[in-house]
């Protein structure tokens, strides 16, 4: 079975900081893609940011990036430089197999 | 413009009535998928569909029917509607390969009283 697990419900981070958000996964496959998504206030769900389960470089997209440990089944993703624009509730995914977390709520304070 | 419609976008109805949540996309994607988001459980995936007339079962089915009879719609049935299915419903769909995002409709708010 696939599972994707983000172990925190709500996080906060003060304007122009740096946060991350955390994501663990189990697959038996050997090539994956992981992803993180977005969904603000209005409920339309965006892509932030992909990862290649081969690749070693970490993904990075403007702001964001990502941690990626695959020995650990680990995908965090980093915020930087945040802005009242990111809060939103974030989604860690397993696209192969169309399976998400529970989603991590992202306050940001002025 | 590539999206995904879902009809209705808000339904109130009562138990027992039968419903259909339509869903359509305009890309010709051969994935297509149904989610419930209910608080603390994000995003769970209900049935899922590979191509034409190739459905399967994603977590939590009971309740639940789909048909895909054609590419671009993959309509919900709930045939018996009950409380415990009030949630917020998305449909979304992606190109086989799997490194490319889902696109998702605007979702579906039903409540059963």
């Known amino acids: 079975a696939q599972t994707v697990t983000q172990s925190q419900p709500e996080m906060s981070v003060q304007e122009a900081e740096t946060v991350t958000l955390s994501c663990t996964y189990d697959?038996?496959?050997?090539?994956?893609?992981l992803f993180w998504y977005k969904q603000p206030p209005s409920r339309q769900m965006i892509l932030v940011i992909r990862?290649?389960?081969?690749?070693?470089q970490n993904a990075t997209e403007n702001r964001f990036s990502v941690n990626f440990q695959k020995a650990a089944k680990s995908f965090s993703l980093k915020i930087s430089d945040s802005q009242l624009g990111d809060a939103a509730m974030y989604f860690c995914?397993?696209?192969?197999?169309?399976?998400f977390g529970a989603g991590t709520i992202l306050r940001v304070k002025s | 413009e590539a999206q995904v419609t879902q009809n209705p976008r808000y339904l109130i109805t009562v138990t027992g009535k039968k419903l259909t949540v339509t869903c359509s996309q305009n890309?010709?994607?051969?994935?297509m998928s149904w989610y419930r988001q209910d608080p603390g459980l994000g995003l769970r995936q209900i049935y899922y569909?590979?191509?034409?007339?190739?459905?399967d079962k994603g977590d939590v089915p009971e309740g639940y029917k789909v048909s895909r009879k054609e590419k671009r719609n993959f309509p919900l049935i709930l045939e018996s509607p009950s409380p415990n299915q009030t949630s917020l419903y998305f449909c979304?769909?992606?190109?086989?390969?799997?490194?490319?995002?889902?696109?998702f409709g605007p979702g579906t708010r039903l409540l059963v009283l």
């Open positions: 697959t038996s496959e050997s090539d994956y893609y």
């Open positions: 990862q290649e389960a081969y690749k070693q």
């Open positions: 979304a769909s992606r190109d086989r390969r799997i490194q490319e995002t889902q696109y």
């Open positions: 890309m010709n994607h051969e994935y």
């Open positions: 569909s590979m191509n034409v007339e190739v459905t």
């Open positions: 995914a397993l696209p192969s197999k169309l399976v």
